[in-house]
């Protein structure tokens, strides 16, 4: 059995508790021997789990369907509209590196500096010829901060916006950008930023121009649900209904139920602590050995353990083969 049909996103804390965010399930956590599920009857603001982090104090901290939840490893605080929030839909949140906290939602983008929600303005998009796309023109579904310390937003139909401290600034499909429906966001080490789309495939921005990667490169699909940067320095794609796709700057290699994958639409992607990949998609988690993907279950989970409804804990402590590869036209990224 799953651990849930839809795993939105995936972390890692301090303490090695690995946590999936499912849409209908809440959140679960997996500390190696036990899977422990908090739903809103144990206090969580929403069904849905769409983003996770984790403070300097071992607080950890999620962007849900009902508004955004903070877990203190005994109970949750809940935050809502009736607190300042935007909208209690939120589908994104950055921890910064001064502190603070921002929130994507269908409102728009809230700050939160521990106290008070500030709203952030960022323009709703234009809808009017999108009449297939999630109805939502102030959605920001990413939120990332680059090593310069600027903010990014990807925005449902709108591009991308920087905010720099002072200025936001719009980076649209006239400045290049593959498609204005932004879905993820990620800067690589090298400090190049990259954009999964809706529409476009990927784009990758390094501060002057953007190149893209679409299906037209071998990209299994124009929907790039998330990115993620490996520590050997492989950019990950997780895909709507194209499996995973990995490239390492020279060649892009593309995965799927050949190879294991029981469901190719991968919505999460994480490497943990000891450098095991895991696979968040609509068909549960999958974990990958270098090579193939194998379906990790509630039995696979629980062989040395349990599973719980929720057990109160202590604070959580402080951080103590490519058979299908193609050349990206020979170019390198």
């Not at 935007?86 to 809230?110: K, N, Y």
């Not at 720099?164 to 930023?193: H, Q, Y």
């Not at 990259?194 to 784009?203: A, D, K, N, P, Q």
Request: hydrophobic share 35%.
């Amino acid at each position: 059995m799953v651990i849930s049909q839809y795993i939105r996103r995936m972390f890692q804390d301090a303490a090695g508790n690995l946590w999936f965010g499912t849409e209908a399930d809440g959140v679960c956590r997996y500390d190696g021997r036990s899977l422990v599920y908090f739903t809103p009857a144990e206090g969580l603001s929403g069904t849905a789990v769409r983003g996770m982090a984790q403070d300097e104090r071992g607080n950890l901290w999620f962007a849900t369907r009902g508004g955004v939840s903070r877990y203190d490893g005994s109970t949750f605080a809940r935050f809502t509209t009736k607190d300042g929030l935007a909208d209690d839909q939120v589908w994104s949140l950055l921890l910064d590196r001064a502190g603070g906290f921002w929130f994507g939602t269908e409102g728009g983008v809230s700050r939160f500096n521990g106290r008070t929600f500030t709203g952030f303005p960022i323009p709703a998009a234009d809808l009017t010829n999108s009449p297939d796309v999630y109805p939502s023109p102030k959605l920001i579904s990413s939120i990332v901060q680059d090593k310069a310390g600027n903010i990014w937003f990807g925005s449902n139909g709108g591009g991308v916006y920087r905010y720099d401290g002072s200025t936001l600034t719009n980076l649209s499909e006239k400045d290049g950008l593959c498609n204005n429906f932004v879905t993820s966001i990620l800067e690589d080490r090298a400090g190049n930023l990259w954009f999964g789309t809706r529409f476009g495939g990927l784009c990758r921005y390094d501060g002057k121009a953007f190149t893209s990667l679409t299906r037209k490169d071998g990209l299994t699909s124009s929907f790039v649900w998330t990115l993620y940067e490996e520590r050997a320095g492989t950019l990950w794609m997780g895909t709507a209904g194209g499996g995973a796709c990995r490239t390492d700057g020279a060649t892009l290699t593309c995965y799927g139920e050949q190879d294991g994958l029981g469901n190719l639409y991968v919505q999460s992607i994480l490497e943990d602590a000891s450098g095991q990949l895991w696979f968040g998609t609509s068909g549960g988690v999958y974990r990958f050995n270098g090579t193939t993907f194998t379906n990790f279950t509630k039995k696979d989970a629980l062989r040395r353990g349990r599973l719980l409804r929720w057990t109160p804990k202590a604070r959580p402590r402080a951080p103590a083969v490519l058979r299908r590869s193609r050349l990206l036209h020979g170019r390198e990224w």
